[in-house]
Nanobody, 122 residues
Framework: QVQLVESGGGLVQAGGSLRLSCTAS????????MGWFRQAPGKEREFVAH????????YYVDSVKGRFTISRDSAKNTVYLQMNSLKPEDTAVYYC???????????????WGQGTQVTVSS
């Protein structure tokens, strides 16, 4: 059974930075993409970024390009999301998951973890 544990969220002022971590366990992830998603209050969960676990190819949604950086540490089975120049509209619960699909069909494969709350004040 795959377990995904997110951490690193918090309260930050607009323009500030946070680094999220996601530790995955329960299987080998070398042939998969790992991604970050977020869900703001009253909105559906949306995809943010993903990284291919082995090749390292990366994709971001337009709203975070140039501000967020996804990376991974294969030895630790951990994926990171460095978030800079945060905006109030980045406020959401952030989740990680193994990613399937592309474009509008991107979704998480496994059960969602508890996520980590990111709150950006103006």
């Amino acid at each position: 059974q795959v377990q995904l544990v997110e951490s690193g969220g918090g309260l930050v002022q607009a323009g500030g930075s946070l680094r999220l971590s996601c530790t995955a366990s329960g299987r080998t992830f070398s042939s998969y993409r790992m991604g970050w998603f977020r869900q703001a209050p009253g909105k559906e969960r949306e995809f943010v970024a993903h990284i291919a676990w082995s090749a390292g190819s990366i994709y971001y949604v337009d709203s975070v390009k140039g501000r967020f950086t996804i990376s991974r540490d294969s030895a630790k089975n951990t994926v990171y999301l460095q978030m800079n120049s945060l905006k109030p509209e980045d406020t959401a619960v952030y989740y990680c998951n193994v990613v399937s699909g592309s474009g509008a069909t991107i979704t998480g494969v496994h059960s969602w973890g508890q996520g980590t709350q990111v709150t950006v004040s103006s």
